[in-house]
């Protein structure tokens, strides 16, 4: 699917797209850019949905594998940013408009992201911030976590954390903390949503039986951000793109003093000059003082970033359970798409870094979200997925946009809901066309094959209602 070109150091990318829908060229061009770069140890994949936004240095749907350096322009200014799935014990008779109501009523009043009080201490945080996942989950009786979700959501071994504590909390800076207490557990703003939907159709019932899904089921799909702490840390090892006059003042505001202080020598002082240039891919060595640095930030938030999507079921099990339904979910997925993590490919142990794509894991859960006038797709992983950095689209909005978001057969559409308690607007379902098309892309590709179709109910976002 890849490999050498004429020069030495070059790579022909990997492209998985559909045949009918090819990569807007100008993504595609930057991404053949990029597979000249000498510290890449793969070919760049460039996956389905491929697409650019000129305010950022690589395009989304992309994954990329370097062995000795960190690359943070290859993947979001915001890292960790996740998403996940959740399954329930009620069928679509409990979605009434009544029982929706009281459902997203409570819910927006629990992940209002203009809420002032703090959810954390400061040692709860400091926990959340070594431990992760499995340091929230037992302070989670309401969500069953299950044993075919990707990974564990700990960032650091129990030994480095016994290491390198101090160091790892050290990578936040003491202004960031107030924020981080605040904002834990929240979806976020912006493209951030809660949405509720229903399995319309089992496409492997063998595998969906394995993983507790049944037609008519309730499930519950989140993509939540890591809030201010992750922006910020993601902004301290790079100059991004993605940032407002104010913001980049505020950005070298907190940038200067913060390396200043952490820098043992002149050479890595210099070292770090680096990373307030503003090239589109400053690489850092991944074992040099700076490099060491970022690996525990970016550590730190991944841990908090999973950990609060832990905390965030909880809140909607809660919300169920005012609804009058069950105070209680299974999680059956969450993964980041915007990550930098050290994974084995072909024997090798590589930097793999996403941006808006997601890991992919032999017959292990993986979500095609579509948009919430679309279907989304419950996946599982394929033997092929290896020849894509183990990698698959996290999304397939902008494969709908482009096939026309032509209107389906089927009527209805989803109920839109905000944090303002207005009253919900409805939108009209749209075809799933361009969803279908990314998911034969991986299909053909062998990295993943669609177990059931999930169709939207209602949608919790931030404005949502306007």
């Not at 907190?254 to 210099?270: C, D, E, I, M, T």
């Amino acid at each position: 699917m890849g490999g050498r070109r004429g020069c030495p150091g070059c790579l022909r990318p990997v492209v998985v797209a559909p045949p009918d829908l090819p990569p807007p060229r100008e993504a595609l061009g930057l991404v053949e850019r990029l597979a000249q770069a000498p510290w890449l140890a793969r070919p760049p994949v460039a996956l389905p949905d491929l697409h650019w936004k000129p305010r950022l240095e690589a395009p989304s749907s992309l994954a990329t594998a370097t062995e000795e350096v960190l690359v943070l322009g290859l993947t979001s200014p915001s890292p960790h940013c996740g998403m996940g799935l959740a399954l329930t014990a009620v069928g679509a008779d409990f979605a009434t408009p009544e029982r929706l109501g009281r459902f997203f009523s409570a819910l927006s009043a629990r992940l209002d992201p203009r809420r002032g009080e703090p959810v954390l201490d400061e040692s709860a945080l400091d926990a959340v911030l070594l431990g992760g996942i499995p340091a929230w989950r037992e302070r989670e009786e309401r969500v069953a976590v299950m044993e075919v979700m990707d990974g564990e959501g700990a960032a650091f071994s129990p030994d480095e954390v016994d290491a390198r504590r101090a160091d790892i909390l050290r990578t936040v800076p003491s202004w960031l903390r107030p924020l981080a207490r605040r904002e834990f557990g929240l979806v976020g703003r912006g493209n951030h949503f809660l949405e509720m939907q229903v399995v319309e159709e089992l496409l492997d019932p063998a595998t969906a039986a394995e993983w507790g899904v049944e037609i008519g089921q309730v499930v519950l799909m989140a993509h939540a951000d890591s809030g201010h702490l992750g922006a910020v840390l993601g902004r301290l090892f790079a100059h991004r793109r993605k940032n407002t006059r104010r913001g980049r003042w505020l950005e070298w505001r907190a940038k200067l003093p913060y390396h200043l202080r952490r820098a043992s020598s002149a050479g890595a002082v210099l070292e770090r000059a680096r990373l307030f240039w503003p090239g589109r891919w400053v690489p850092i060595p991944a074992d040099s003082e700076t490099g060491r640095l970022c690996r525990w930030a970016l550590g730190a938030a991944a841990n908090y970033a999973a950990a609060g999507r832990l905390a965030l079921w909880g809140e909607v099990a809660a919300a169920l359970a005012a609804a009058g339904g069950p105070g209680r979910v299974r999680l059956l997925w969450d993964a980041p798409h915007n990550t930098i993590r050290r994974e084995e490919v072909d024997g090798r142990r590589l930097w793999v870094h996403r941006h808006n794509a997601a890991c992919v894991l032999l017959d292990r859960p993986v979500l095609l979200p579509g948009c919430a006038r679309t279907s989304s797709l419950l996946c599982a992983g394929e033997a092929g997925a290896g020849a894509a950095l183990n990698s698959a689209s996290h999304g397939a909005g902008r494969a709908a946009e482009r096939l026309g978001w032509t209107f389906g057969e089927v009527g209805g559409g989803t109920r839109l809901y905000g944090y303002d308690g207005a009253p919900p607007r409805v939108v009209s379902y749209l075809s799933d066309n361009g969803v279908w098309a990314v998911a034969g892309a991986l299909a053909a590709h062998s990295i993943a094959r669609p177990v059931a179709r999930l169709r939207p109910v209602a949608t919790l976002k931030d404005g949502g209602a306007r």
